[in-house]
């Protein structure tokens, strides 16, 4: 039987802005993405049997309809009219409801996988817009690189990846709900908004320093008052040296930005201290 094999990495938020609240509920957002080499990776193999059957090494994610990974093969499976049925493994190395887009990677590397296991030959836009049906991030999860999403997150344009350092992720061991931290945000009541022409510039000059200055998410207006545990990782970066630190999404990973490696090691002790899931990787550029 023919394996198929996928890698979901996850994703950080450069820059994160919210403009309007939108007639349709959604908001209309700036974000600057990339992403890191910390992944999830996807087996898939062809059932004899037309159904859709999932199973993960994580004991605590949905192996149902409530599994993005799942949705996205239900709907390329229908949509395609495919009467094949699929086995996939989730081997799950991403923090669940972390601000990571791990459930939108596991998505879109669900529909690239299913897109060659059943030689459909689907073009990236179309994954892209199938991937948009299920979240706002899943388009770039699909892409990859670097990007500046506008609309709800789904228009995406390519814009230079950020210069190479070291990014330190730590999730304290609470989950946030995305649709909780966007219902209690009030865009009216922002006394200011990140830069996006800065961030921009900073990419293209490919300056570390310019980019750190530049990293800004208004969703922190939300997320550190709510969660004190948070404010405390960003904070403990901040004092042991990380040259920018912003938090990842609606949260509660916060990142911290390296350029020194012999900084990496007292940051990634300090925080180990008072938090379990900390994790050292780097760009993927």
């Known amino acids: 039987m023919t394996k198929i094999y996928e890698k979901a990495p996850a994703k950080i938020n450069l820059l994160l802005d919210v403009l309007r609240k939108r007639e349709d509920g959604f908001h209309e957002v700036e974000m600057v993405m990339t992403m890191v080499d910390l992944a999830d990776r996807l087996e898939m193999e062809e059932l004899p049997r037309d159904q859709i059957v999932l199973s993960s090494q994580a004991g605590f994610i949905p192996l149902d309809e409530k599994n993005l990974a799942f949705q996205a093969a239900k709907l390329i499976k229908e949509r395609y009219g495919v009467k094949q049925g699929v086995y996939i493994h989730l081997d ?13 990677s596991d998505a879109a590397a669900t529909l690239r996988g299913l897109n060659r296991l059943w030689n459909l030959s689907l073009s ?12 706002s991030d899943v388009p770039f999860c699909i ?22 350092c070291w990014v330190i992720l730590a999730k304290p061991p609470i989950n946030v709900s995305t649709a909780d931290v966007y219902g209690k945000f009030r865009v009216n009541e922002l006394k200011s908004h990140p830069s996006l022409p800065r961030m921009l510039d900073a990419l293209a000059k490919q300056s570390f320093t310019e980019m750190c200055d530049a990293l800004g998410n208004v969703l922190e207006t939300v997320t550190l008052e709510r969660y004190p545990e948070v404010k405390q990782i960003k904070d403990c970066m901040e004092r ?12 509660p990973t916060v990142f911290g930005l390296v350029s020194k490696e012999m900084k990496v090691a007292r940051i990634y002790n300090g925080l180990r201290g008072f938090c379990r899931e900390v994790f050292v990787v780097r760009m993927l550029t």
């Open 124 to 135: 990236g836009e179309e994954l892209e817009s199938l991937g948009a049906e299920l979240g």
């Open 143 to 164: 892409r990859g690189g670097t990007a500046l999403a506008t609309g709800r997150g789904e228009k995406l344009t390519p814009i230079p990846s950020p210069p190479q």
């Open 92 to 104: 799950k190395q991403i923090p669940v409801a972390a601000g990571l887009a791990g459930g939108s």
């Open 240 to 251: 042991l040296g990380a040259d920018g630190v912003l938090m990842s999404g609606s949260g």
